[in-house]
């Protein structure tokens, strides 16, 4: 048993083969950030085209890779949302096509369950509940998992995604996108305590996110120290503000892990991709007692062996014969099971 998986929601397109495991035969990522670059930004039309012309050939070499045709595929998984709605129909109506053509099964995934997979896809079996925090360039969401493909929403972003607040302040100073990246590199020498940024404090006792506030400190800083892609104190500056987006993370993680009382706590999403997040979730989950969960830094940005993993996942708990062809995709986040 194979799964083939597609994943076209924001702008990398990504094709993946998993075994029964589920294992990672091939996982073959084209990512766009050169095409956005210089808008600082994902641009939703270009995303959309360029998936268009990459997509079969993604698919060609993840096959290839795992020395599969076409034919001898099992299933196929596809992202369904949330995303950008013309880049997640791309991948949608190749899917579906696949899965017409070879009469075999086509499961609907959900993006941000699937970068919660990523923690089920590596390491030792992940004991429940787990508590994960999805960080990504267009969410900051947490979820309580009692059991496998269940998710509770607790708490998501009111406003800028964590990944969202870097992207932008990178592009405020010209440094370059994706932000997160850049801002790690160049903050790395930089000394976290130079500018103190506030925390966002919320009136009620929620575990919702906000880096509104953090991203309007941050912009008042520039404009009053005139930080610049020169200034001789830009690493510091950045230090500061990507130590300052994970305290507020984590602030929040620690909050919900005092109040469900999970077993292991996951860390997912592009944006744990970052150094000092990591470094920062091992030591709360040490200190806490939990056990951590963090997907290698591949399998945390967007990839397509987190939606084949969740799709044989899927696949598994439920009796799905021919392709689905009325899957639809979706922009935003929808809890079903919330
Ligand atoms: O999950 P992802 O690949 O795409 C979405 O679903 O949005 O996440 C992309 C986000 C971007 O905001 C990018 O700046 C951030 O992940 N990111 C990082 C790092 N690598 C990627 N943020 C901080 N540090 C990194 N090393
Ligand atoms: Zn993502």
Known sequence: MNILAIESSCDETAAAVLDAGPRILSSVV?????IHAPYGGVVPELASRRHLQSIGYVVGEALDRARLAPGQVDAFAVTQGPGLIGSLLVGLSFAKGLAYY????????????AHMEAA?????????????????GGHTSLFLMKKRLHYRLLGRTRDDAAGEALDKIAKFLGLGYPGGPVIQKLGEAGNPQKYPFALPRMKDASLDFSFSGLK??????IDETGMSARHPALPDFLASFEAAVVRALLQKLERAADKVKPFSLILCGGVA???????????????GGYEAHLPSPDLCTDN????????MEKLGSTKRQGPDLDLDAYPRFISLRA
């Open 304 to 311: 397509a062996a987190m939606v084949g993993a969740l799709g």
């Open 30 to 34: 084209l990512s766009q950030d050169t």
């Open 273 to 287: 991709r970052n150094r000092r997040l990591r470094a920062a979730f091992a030591e709360l989950a040490r200190d």
């Open 102 to 113: 070879f009469r075999k099964p086509l499961v609907g995934v959900d993006h941000l369950e």
């Open 120 to 136: 089920f896809l590596e390491g030792p079996p992940v004991a429940f509940p787990a508590l994960a925090l999805v960080v990504s």
């Open 216 to 221: 309007t400190a941050a912009l008042r800083w």
